[in-house]
């Protein structure tokens, strides 16, 4: 077998957090370079993978197989398609981002002993995060991706419960009352998703056999595997509860806000950007491949809750009076449109998923962490604290309004691509959903608008007249992102032509044709 | 030299400028406006040489395409970046960037005091491409990039004094509202997706006989919400005179000459689509006519100079919406009136901006009176705007106006009818508002007084740079017009793109002409009696109930206020209560049920060894039982 | 074979008597390799007492230790060898005249129960944490045992430097009864292996040296309770004994499923007279659910773990549970098959109850000890799932899970003991509060445990679970496996607490202190974290080791 | 005489012994209760090896008298040492632990 480039792409991360942890506490810097080494050299890799993947080949490549644990059916099997790729790249991409911004999260406050090493652990959690997000996009094995799936919460909940945002209003105990409820809520939540999941899974070995996703679906697909219509509906709705949970869908989402209000903003990306695309990832590969006919069956109630997600997330966004809590909900509402584009099933629908996916990592981190600058000088959530940042510090202000900006999906800018590909794919299907999804793109100006008019323009705020502009450090943690959006934005088509392949195949397996236009139709 | 490589050269240029104004940083601030202007003449030049080419060949070839990439390559789905110049979009092509150019020129000096200016050329250059992208793109999803991106530009324009609240939230609503038509614009596009299978101009226009009319009705209404939008039309105009606070070259430009015109464009562009859709295209004359009544009504009450052009800005494109909508009689006269008044629109509103200048940017009308004498040239730049737009025999307005007039009566039956005289009406009370702002600005005795720091204003003639382009304007909004008209040039210069046929008016040319003059003469005399012969009292009268409705822009805002602003309000308080009681408290109770049902088992262990022992015989009990009764049943 | 052979061993000389003189006794034949593992440990019990008989107080503690660590060694090393002769597989056989079964699970268990009392020995000999007593080292144990709480007598015992190493021949005479209580082929020498071990763990649980008083109670209750559930199987004994007129487990199992029928009329009114039959079982499973502390015969379990000694809760919760389930394997799949219609369904509502009560309360539970013990109630039912698959699958994976389990315990107690105040350990979870901020080592520690309890993948309790949830789900107890889930999802929550408690609450002035402890008790926490994960990233050998042992012989 | 009624009687004698258990505070009495029960089952298991016809019930018998002295011994010990720390022999007054 040649080189496991996979492996090798998942492993590294995972190096790069035990060699962080083990830093010495008093080399902090160290620790943080090394870990931004590890992420870097990740992402060299995963250009690799990229470079490597040949959209026109076999559906999954650079596949790795070895034994693992024979008594459960379960191979360790990686392997990649277009999507896989395109998600782990965005990945590799945001993690330098994410530790650059964090530079100064997580060092410690002058109280904490000498043994207490808070630096080395937050990066090493967030190189932990990486290395089982990574992974769980590259298995094709149900019970490793779900061991993946479930084993990346531990790092995630003490990343948000041991590393609070600083800014915060009340006592110290009170804020870390609210962190770790967040922590909590977070972790229950998904933990909860992934049990039942984990039924299913066990459900799906004694239906199956295994776990090999390509041996089941080819089984599927020959029919020498075929589920009762209930149990497969049973198995179905265990996965996609824990995706949904993870994704997260309406009513399903109210650990989000939570989580990424009580987080730094770093890690608030690491969530909304990273993190939750493994749970529509898996929707894509996992509920249509192994699942076609439920899929079929519960794709109404889907995208009426994928609906009730976008308008009502957006909405929510409006009301909200903290900057992280409204990009959260401004996130439910694009997880709608995500989820929409899947089960709309079709090809533009399920290309502009998962373009969707990828844009909306960047987009989010590119406002978020521009939040998280804001923030951080400010010392303070709360969008009425602010007025007039343009004023004083004009670039930080410019770098947020095109973060806003993407998130309402201005064309031009990556977002509008995939968020009018799915509105076209899933108005194809139905037009009635795509026409009330097309009501997210107005509130989207809104809550959008409302934020930047509230905290950049009007009168100066005294408490911000003496904000500096974003230093050299964060303008290098935004400006690349800025300029993917662009880039994105006018030339998605190195990402669509990554996906195409891919969503040829998923659309193959739930056995569904794009509708025809009328004329050709009437032809 | 092949020429439709340079088209895209015309978008790359402001684009460029664009680009290098807003990531320059402070090291340009002293250049910065040259280099914006020189970038918006490069673009026009450009225009001009293709027009000139355009001009050397046959009417049929004269449609020029660029294909630069294929944007969304996705199964079943082809999104191009490729441009189309054909006659329509190169009319277009040399009114924007041609009047863009006079106003980056005029804005030179306009701005010269703001230490922002840098970014305000950079806006304007970025609202220059976008434009031109929306003209010259070959299919309506390109089109729609241009079409939010002028949005944008506007947004960031209308906002650029961002330090008052007005104006950011005058750019918030013009956005919003904005945001809207555009969901029409993408609904009709995913529409023609699933109707034709592609949104490129060309295949979708030749194929809209092989679809159902109910179909093209669809789209059109559509492309209707859209247009109301950009070019404010009842009933999504209400931003129009909010964007107003934006400085006076971007309302010359983006909110009179050029952004507010894409609407038209946008219909005719689609003629083929309304065509085959006399549902659609009724509705398209209703709106063009109600908001050539309803700006004309609020151009009357406005004492604010600007909202006032404002609401004359509304009026005259409702001519224009009106024309498109009459189908192939009225498509030529709909973008004739719309080049015309892209000249004398744009200079009033410069001259307007000249006189605020001068006048320490007072914009109330009633504290001006008698500056002909301080600022003469812009006083005859302006009255020349103004006879142009009232429609005085000769002048860009007249030949204009006059033929949209005859085209509403041409299409005939009741209709042709109301709408005509609609159209009529319309033209009197243009007359009439124009003649007020001419009296109360230029005419009657001087009433401002020193405001409260007690600096009067020291009415002066503008610099040249502002003057210049003010001049060149006004000769577009005498000559343009007439030239034009002369053997119906400008009709068979676009008649290829949007074909044109004489419709059968139940009135004769003369008739029509004849009948607007009427009005005219009525509207001068009306606004002479009531504003000329009398002084004009500073603070305003409390009027009449209409007047009163007008200057709140017939209560429209109120609506909103009430029925959207209020009503969203509430929803989303409710919702945010929602999701805290509802969604999160089923959770949370859950576990707080957990949690009670925990404590109170927690309470039989009591710490008695009987009590054990008790459960302990118990479970022994049940466990005998249940195996017995397990075979008893 | 096994039926007759029973009976010979009783009714040989019996019949010998009336028959033809007494110039014959065929001896029975004892196959003593086969019997080494637990022969070695009683015989090293039996050479503990001698030494508290002979050898001088100073040297007796170091002599305990020795004896014990190198008995459980060699008898971990005759189990070895034993499954390396195959008698796991195809040689397994039943030994002694019927009495003991030599075969897979037998010996899995064997070896299980060898190596938790091994690592739990270690914590037993633990004498760095309490603080030096008048010049001398001591242990977690009382320095004498009838010395009133607080008395003189007791300082002066202290004083004196006594110490009470009878706990060494005590847990040694414990796991011998544990090697017996899984092997045991008939339901009399079942029933002397319970006393066997439970005996002296109703005395270890009394000799705490802090907090004696709640030590003695737990005695007094586990003891009280134990007899009354001892009591409750002796008399189910009987009544089986009644039902199959033998106690032989091969023997009732044919009875059971009717190869052996009524040959005497006479008889017809006791022999195969089902209601005997049930109620007998039912009583022998309730001892056996007493053991395991399954809802609702748990309730000593919080109260007696509290009290114990911490190292002995940890003895006991690891070993017993190994001991008691593999029991009760031996009870339902050997003896009881023919019945297992009548035992299944009751044996899922004992699961079910189990899995949510155990879960639930322990929600709310203040004290760490209190709170592993009830964790210990929900994977009692857990476990019970796998029982109930009643498929070979059921049996290893059941297996697997006990060698899982047990080692996490051990380890989570072990460091319990290291947590200390001024009164000994510092079992109230408010204390813990900030642990990972003063000592990030040992939090982490505990943290991997919690999670393993809770079943995180990449922990040995995910591969447990999984593999008795699979089981069970195989065996057609679906619905189990979905309150198996909910119920760990409970479970979850209060782990998490403690979780949260250790890292996320700041650390209270007045915290406890973690002492450094020597190597022993650092090797039992390095195993049971080395197994945890071992187990949980790589499973497969110990897969294998169990499912090789999934056949019971008949 | 009918077989079973040795076996009621037994059944009788476990009953009364566990309802001791059950309603008696003072620790030796449960004790004791508790020797009842085993005695009980000693009954029963004579009475049914004099059905079968096989001794393994007599001995059995035997063995549990051992244990039962087993447990008396460790009992007592237990009991004894709670006593001198407490001065009560009720079981209620042991229930420091409970919840």
Redesign the interface.
């Given at each position: 077998m040649s080189f496991p480039l996979l492996t090798a792409t998942a492993a590294l991360p995972a190096v790069g957090a035990i060699a962080t942890a083990a830093v010495p506490a008093a080399r902090r810097t160290a620790a943080k370079w090394l870990a931004l080494f590890f992420s870097l050299a990740t992402l060299a890799l995963a250009v690799v993978v990229a470079v490597r993947f040949d959209p026109d080949g076999d559906r999954y490549q650079l596949t790795e197989s070895r034994?693992?644990?024979?008594?459960?059916g379960v191979r360790y099997e990686l392997g990649v398609d277009g999507i896989g790729v395109a998600l782990i790249a965005l990945t590799a991409l945001l993690i330098p981002f994410i530790i650059l911004a964090g530079w100064h999260d997580a060092d410690p406050l002058e109280t904490?002993?000498s043994?207490?090493?808070p630096t080395q652990g937050f990066f090493a959690l967030i190189l932990a995060v990486e290395a089982m997000v990574i992974i769980s996009f590259e298995a094709t094995d149900v019970f490793l991706f779900?061991?993946?799936f479930?084993?990346m919460?531990?790092p995630m909940?003490?990343l948000i419960?041991?590393f609070g945002d600083r800014a915060h209003s009340g006592s110290?105990?009170n804020a870390?009352a609210q962190?770790?409820y967040a922590?909590?809520k977070f972790?229950?939540y998904n933990?909860?998703g992934g049990?039942?999941m984990?039924?299913a899974v066990?459900?799906l070995?004694?239906v199956a056999g295994n776990f090999s996703l390509q041996e089941i679906a080819e089984a599927r697909a020959n029919g020498s595997l075929d589920m009762a219509t209930n149990t497969e509906r049973l198995l179905f709705l265990g996965f996609f509860f824990a995706f949904a949970v993870k994704a997260p869908l309406w009513p399903l989402h109210t650990w989000l806000p939570n989580a990424m209000g009580e987080a730094t903003a770093p890690v608030a990306v690491l969530i909304t950007a990273v993190v939750d695309k493994v749970g529509t990832f898996a929707m894509l590969r996992f509920c249509l491949q192994l699942f076609p006919e439920a899929s079929k069956w519960a794709t109404p109630v889907i995208l009426v809750l994928a609906l009730v997600s976008i308008v009502y997330g957006a909405l929510l966004a409006v009301g909200q009076r903290d900057i992280k809590r409204l990009v959260a909900y401004a996130s439910i509402s694009h997880f709608g449109f995500i989820i929409l584009g899947i089960f709309a099933m079709t090809s533009q629908g399920q290309s502009g998923a998962t373009l969707y996916m990828v844009n909306h990592g960047i987009s989010t981190a590119a406002l978020m962490l521009v939040a998280g600058f804001l923030i951080s000088r400010r010392g303070s959530r709360l969008i009425a604290d602010y007025g007039g940042v343009q004023k004083v510090a004009p670039v930080l202000a410019g770098t947020f309004l095109i973060g806003g900006l993407a998130t309402l999906s201005l064309p031009g800018l990556a977002p509008f691509v995939s968020e009018f590909l799915v509105l076209v794919g899933t108005f194809a299907r139905y037009p009635a959903v795509g026409i009330i999804a097309t009501f997210g793109i107005v509130l989207a100006a809104l809550y959008t608008l409302v934020l930047y008019q509230r905290t950049m323009t009007g009168p100066v705020k005294p408490e911000v007249a003496s904000m500096p502009d974003l230093k050299v450090r964060e303008l290098a943690v935004v400006a690349p992102l800025i300029a993917l959006l662009i880039v994105l934005g006018v030339y998605p088509k190195p990402v669509t032509e990554l996906v195409n392949p891919a969503v040829k195949h998923t659309m193959s397996d739930v056995q569904k044709k794009d509708p025809k236009p009328d004329v050709e139709a009437a032809k | 030299m092949d020429t439709e490589n340079l088209i895209a050269l015309l978008v790359a240029a402001p684009l460029l400028g664009a680009a290098v104004l807003l990531c320059g940083g402070r090291r340009l601030d002293r250049v910065g406006h040259w280099i914006g202007t020189a970038l918006a003449a490069v673009s026009f030049v450009i225009g001009l040489v293709l027009f000139t080419d355009m001009l050397g060949k046959g009417a049929e070839d004269r449609s020029l395409h660029q294909h630069l990439f294929s944007w969304i390559p996705v199964e079943g789905f082809q999104a191009d970046v490729a441009f189309q110049l054909d006659q329509l979009s190169v009319t277009f092509v040399l009114l924007i960037s041609g009047v863009g150019t006079l106003i980056h020129l005029y804005s030179i000096g306009y701005m010269e005091h703001d230490e922002r200016r840098r970014r305000f050329f950079g806006y304007l250059n970025l609202f220059l491409a976008a434009m031109l992208l929306l003209v010259l793109a070959d299919n309506y999803l390109l089109l729609y990039v241009g079409w939010e991106g002028v949005g944008l530009a506007s947004y960031l324009l209308i906002g650029f004094w961002q330090h008052k609240p007005s104006a950011a939230t005058a750019a918030k609503k013009a956005f919003l509202v904005n945001r809207v038509g555009d969901m029409g614009l993408s609904i009709a596009i995913m529409l023609m997706f699933t109707t034709f299978g592609t949104f490129a101009f060309e295949p979708v226009l030749e194929a809209t006989g092989e679809t159902s009319e109910g179909k093209l009705t669809a789209i059109g209404l559509m492309l209707l919400l859209a247009a109301c939008g950009k070019s404010a039309q009842v009933p999504l105009q209400s931003w129009l005179g909010d964007a107003m606070e934006g400085p006076t070259p971007v309302s010359a430009l983006i909110h009179a000459a050029t952004m507010v015109t894409a609407g038209v464009y946008l219909i005719v562009r689609s003629g083929e689509i309304f065509n085959g859709a006399p549902d659609a295209q009724l509705a398209v004359t209703v709106v063009g006519a109600v908001t050539l009544l309803f700006g004309a009504i609020v151009g009357c009450a406005k004492d604010d100079i600007k909202k006032a052009l404002a609401g004359s800005t509304m009026s005259q494109i409702g001519y224009m919406i009106l024309a498109a909508g009459l189908g192939p009689i009225g498509y030529v006269f709909a973008i004739m009136h719309l080049v015309t008044h892209g000249f004398f629109k744009a200079g009033l509103f410069l001259g307007a901006g000249s006189v605020m200048h001068g006048m320490n940017d007072e914009v109330d009308m009633r504290k001006y009176g008698g500056l002909r004498k301080y600022m003469p040239v812009t006083f005859v730049t302006f009255g020349l705007g103004y006879l142009a737009i009232i429609g005085f025999p000769g002048l860009s307005g007249f030949f204009s106006k006059d033929k949209i007039i005859e085209a509403a009566f041409a299409k005939g039956g009741t209709e042709g009818w109301i709408l005509g005289s609609v159209a009529l009406l319309g033209a009197a009370i243009t007359a009439y508002y124009m003649t007020r702002v001419m009296l109360l600005t230029f005419f009657g005795e001087k009433r401002w007084q020193p405001d409260a720091e007690g600096n009067a204003p020291h009415p002066h003639e503008s610099p040249k740079s502002m003057t210049i382009p003010m001049i060149l304007l006004a000769f577009g909004s005498v000559f343009a017009g007439g030239f034009f008209s002369v053997g119906d040039r400008f009709m068979h210069w676009l008649e290829p793109v949007t074909h044109h046929d004489h419709g059968d008016s139940p009135l004769s040319a003369a008739t029509v002409t004849g009948a607007t003059m009427v009005v005219l003469v009525i509207g001068v005399t009306l606004a002479w009696l009531q504003y000329g012969r009398r002084p004009v009292p500073v603070v305003a009268p409390r009027g009449s109930l209409l007047t009163r409705a007008a200057r709140r822009d017939l209560l429209q805002d109120d609506f909103n206020h009430v029925v959207l602003v209020r009503g969203g309000e509430h929803l989303t308080r409710s919702l945010v209560y929602v999701d805290h009681t509802l969604v999160d408290g089923v959770v949370n109770g859950t576990?707080a049920s957990?949690?009670g049902?925990?404590?109170r088992?927690?309470k039989?262990?009591n710490?008695y060894?009987r009590?054990?022992?008790v459960?302990?015989f118990?479970?022994?009990a049940?466990?005998?039982a249940?195996?017995?009764l397990?075979?008893a049943v | 074979m096994s039926a007759t052979a029973v009976?010979s061993l009783?009714?040989t000389t019996?019949a010998a008597s009336v028959n033809d003189g007494i110039d014959k006794i065929d001896a029975p034949n004892i196959e003593y390799g086969q019997l080494a593992p637990t022969l070695i440990v009683i015989g090293a019990a039996v050479i503990g007492v001698l030494i508290e008989a002979f050898v001088p107080r100073k040297s007796r503690y170091y002599a305990q230790l020795f004896v014990a660590v190198v008995a459980l060694a060699a008898a971990f090393a005759a189990v070895v060898a034993l499954a390396a002769g195959g008698y796991g597989t195809t040689k397994a056989r039943i030994a002694a005249m019927g009495a003991i079964a030599v075969d897979g699970p037998a010996l899995f268990l064997q070896g299980t129960i060898l190596l938790a009392g091994m690592v739990a020995i270690f914590t037993f000999a633990e004498r760095r944490l309490d603080p030096v007593a008048h010049g001398n080292r001591v242990d977690s144990f009382v320095a004498q045992?009838?010395a009133?709480?607080g008395s003189p007598g007791e300082q002066a015992a202290t004083k004196a430097g006594f110490a009470t190493t009878e706990v060494f021949p005590l847990a040694l005479f414990a796991i011998g009864g544990m090697l017996v209580f899984p092997s045991a082929n008939d339901l009399?020498t079942f029933?002397?292996a319970l006393?066997v071990f439970s005996?002296p763990l109703?005395?270890l649980c009394?000799l705490a040296r802090r907090k004696?008083?709640?030590s003695?109670?737990?005695?007094?209750?586990y003891?009280?309770?134990g007899?009354?559930?001892s009591?409750?199987t002796?008399?189910g004994?009987?009544?089986i004994?009644?039902y199959a007129?033998?106690?032989s487990y091969g023997t009732v199992a044919k009875v059971v499923d009717g190869t052996i029928t009524t040959v005497d009329p006479a008889?017809a009114?006791?022999?195969g007279n089902?209601?005997l039959l049930?109620?007998g079982?039912?009583?022998i499973?309730?001892g056996l659910?007493?053991k395991v502390g399954a809802?609702?015969?748990h309730?000593?379990t919080?109260?007696v773990y509290?009290?114990a000694p911490t190292p002995v809760t940890g003895f006991m919760a690891a070993a017993t549970k190994v001991a008691a389930f593999g029991a009760l394997l031996r009870l339902l799949y050997v003896v009881l098959p023919g019945l297992r219609?009548?035992?299944r369904?009751?044996m899922y509502?004992?699961a079910v109850i189990t899995m949510l009560?155990g879960a639930?309360?322990?929600?709310?539970?203040t004290d760490i000890k209190r709170l592993l013990a009830y964790s210990s109630i929900a994977h009692a039912g857990f476990i019970l799932a796998g029982v109930i698959a009643t498929t070979e699958d059921g049996v290893s994976s059941v297996l697997f899970y006990l060698g899982a389990y047990s080692f996490v315990t051990i380890g989570a107690f072990a460091v319990v003991t290291l947590v200390r105040d001024a009164g000994g350990e510092a079992t109230h979870l408010s204390k813990w509060a900030g642990l990972g901020?003063?000592?990030?080592l040992v939090a982490a520690v505990f943290a991997v445990f919690l999670?393993a309890f809770a079943g995180?993948?990449?922990t040995s309790g995910?591969?447990g679970k999984?593999?008795v949830?699979?089981a069970a789900?195989?065996g057609g107890a679906?619905a189990l496996?979905?309150v198996?889930?909910?119920s760990?999802?409970?479970a979850?929550?209060f782990y998490?607490?403690v979780i949260?408690l250790m890292?996320?609450?700041?650390p209270k002035a007045d915290g406890p202190t973690v002492a450094v402890p020597s190597p022993l008790t650092m090797t039992a926490i390095g195993v049971g974290v080395a197994v945890t994960l071992v187990l949980g990233v790589?499973?497969?050998y110990f897969?294998?080791l169990a499912?090789q042992s999934g056949v019971f012989v008949r | 005489m009918n077989?079973?009624n040795y076996?009621y009687l037994?059944a009788l004698l476990?009953a009364i012994?566990?309802t001791g258990?059950l309603i008696r505070r003072n620790?030796i009495v449960?004790?004791m209760c508790?020797e009842l029960?085993?005695n009980?089952?000693n009954l029963?298991?004579v009475?049914?090896a004099r059905?079968?016809g096989?001794?393994?019930?007599q001995?059995?018998a035997f063995?549990?008298m051992v244990?039962a002295a087993?447990?008396v011994v460790?009992?007592l010990?237990?009991?004894v040492?709670?006593f001198?720390?407490?001065h009560s022999a009720s079981?209620d007054d042991?229930?420091?632990?409970?919840l």
């Open positions: 034994a693992w644990i024979k008594d459960f904490k002993s043994r207490w090493r779900y061991i993946f479930e084993a919460l531990i909940y003490f419960g041991g110290d105990e870390s962190r770790s922590a909590v972790l229950l933990l909860v049990l039942i984990l039924a066990i459900g070995y004694v | 576990a957990v949690g049902l925990s404590g088992l927690r039989l262990q710490g060894a009590s054990y022992a459960s302990m118990g479970g022994a049940v466990l005998i249940a195996t017995l397990m075979r | 009976h009783w009714t019996a045992a009838g009133v709480p009399l029933f002397i006393e005996l109703y005395l009394a004696r008083l709640m003695q109670e737990a005695a007094v209750k003891f009280l309770l007899a009354f559930a009591a409750f002796l008399f004994i009987a009544l004994y009644g007129g033998s106690v008889l009114g006791t022999m089902d209601a049930l109620i079982s039912a009583m499973v309730m659910l007493f809802v609702p015969f309730m000593w919080p109260d509290q009290g219609w009548d035992w369904p009751v509502g004992v009560g639930i309360v322990a929600i709310t539970q901020r003063r000592s990030p999670l995180i993948p990449l995910f591969s999984f593999a949830f699979k789900a195989e679906g496996v979905v198996g889930v909910i760990s999802a409970i979850a929550f998490i607490r949260v890292f996320f609450s700041e790589a499973p497969q897969l294998d499912g | 077989p079973v076996l037994a476990f012994g566990a258990v620790v449960v004790f508790v029960m085993l009980a089952c029963a298991f009475a049914f059905l079968h096989n001794l393994d019930g001995i059995i063995f549990t244990v087993a447990e460790v009992g010990a237990i009991i040492s709670l001198r720390s407490r079981v042991a229930s420091l632990m409970k």
